[in-house]
């Protein structure tokens, strides 16, 4: 499911729903009981609408949300006394250490919005003003783009740590009690989900040297027909044709 940063980057217009399919689509082996506990009816919808979101930073929003809908349900049903019953100690610290780790991603996610936010209401700000005269704007600009190449660091980084957390959940052997691996199966794939729903966030995030930074501003603009343009890559586009034009001015000048 998660891929090489190479590859990250060309895939990003993948469809939740495709993503989902080829990375859980496997996961699945065995259903509870139709009479048991209707948590469990619960969770397998809040899954399947997860499921068929759509790669749109739009549905991104709702996939957050709808994740955090899936905890607070999946939470409810490891409570349960039958599921506490069903689960070894052992099979319940995997549960919480993929939980730990999803939390680590959660903060360096939060992180770097933080620092997003911050710095382009600093631009912002320096654009509106326009004090400094054209190298304090292009000062600020590089600014700017020395703030993108370190989220983009901690991006990889978590990128990495997703992977690492693909092949971990990949790896956890289920048990034979036919009960007990359907509610690990359930709690696995929720888990994979999020993986994904963070997979697809983060790249939605990332900003990529573009190959032509005016081919990529004016492919973004003709392909909004067929896919949402990814604000920050068309950010970073329109930043580096200005940084050129002030650097341009600025020897003139001298």
């Known amino acids: 499911m998660i891929n090489s940063n190479v590859k990250h980057k060309n895939d990003k217009n993948l469809s939740w729903k495709k993503k989902l399919a080829a ?5 699945r082996s ?7 506990h209707p948590l469990v009816a619960s969770v397998e919808e809040q899954l399947s609408r997860l499921k068929a979101s759509q790669d749109t930073s739009s549905s991104i929003s709702c996939g957050l949300g709808g994740l955090k809908e899936l905890y607070e349900r999946a939470d409810d049903l490891v409570h349960l006394p039958l599921t506490q019953q069903a689960l070894c100690r052992e099979q319940l610290e995997d549960v919480l250490e993929g939980s730990l780790r999803l939390l680590d991603v959660c903060g360096t996610t939060r992180d ?11 631009l912002e700000s320096s654009l509106r003003r326009r004090s400094g005269g054209e190298s304090g704007l292009a000062n600020e600009v590089r600014a700017f783009m020395v703030t993108k190449k370190e989220l983009n660091k901690m991006i990889c980084q978590c ?5 690492g957390m693909d092949r971990k959940c990949k790896s956890t052997v289920l048990g034979k009690d036919s009960e007990m691996v ?4 359930m709690l696995r794939e929720a888990e994979e989900i999020s993986l994904a729903v963070f997979d697809s966030l983060l790249s939605f995030l990332s900003l990529p040297k573009p190959r032509s930074k005016l081919t990529v501003l004016l492919h973004s603009k003709s392909a909004s027909s067929e896919v949402e343009a990814n604000e920050a890559q068309k950010v970073d586009a329109e930043l580096s044709l200005l940084k050129a034009g002030e650097d341009i001015k600025l020897v003139q000048v001298q």
Request: no cysteine; net charge positive.
């Open 182 to 185: 359907a509610v690990l199966s």
């Open 30 to 36: 065995s259903s509870l009981p139709s009479n048991t």
């Open 159 to 163: 990128f990495k740590s997703l992977k």
């Open 112 to 122: 770097v919005f933080s620092r997003m936010r911050e710095s382009v209401q600093v």
């Open 23 to 27: 990375s859980i689509g496997h996961v």
